[in-house]
């Protein structure tokens, strides 16, 4: 013979509170202006790490070049930290920050 557990009755201010999560934003990997590398070594950089077409390896070197820095990837903080190195390892400028 088997004993059922008896069901507590729980008010309302007994209850744990559900946690609020935020969405969960994308981490977003910045290429910075410097004055060291040559507009075309940042291109090859953009091609050959990311595998970006040479049309928008440009377009991206522009955007850091004239407005100071461009957003070159986005994903997982830990794929951005990865791809921060990555651009550190070609003596390129880079920081990782939440997309907003």
Known sequence: MSVAPAEIERTESESEPVPVRE??????????????????YVVYVF????????DK???LMM???QRGRATVSSGTRE???????AMHGYGLWATL????
Do not use: C
Not at 24 to 38: E, M, S
Not at 47 to 54: I, L, M, N, S, W
Not at 97 to 100: G, I, L, S, Y
């Open 63 to 65: 955007d850091v070049h």
């Open 23 to 40: 969405p969960d934003l994308p981490w977003v990997t910045i290429v910075h202006n410097d004055p060291v590398n040559q507009m075309s």
């Open 47 to 54: 091609q050959a790490y990311f595998g970006y077409p040479k």
């Open 97 to 100: 920050q939440h997309d907003k």
């Open 79 to 85: 794929e951005m930290e990865r791809d921060v190195q």
């Open 57 to 59: 390896a440009r377009k």
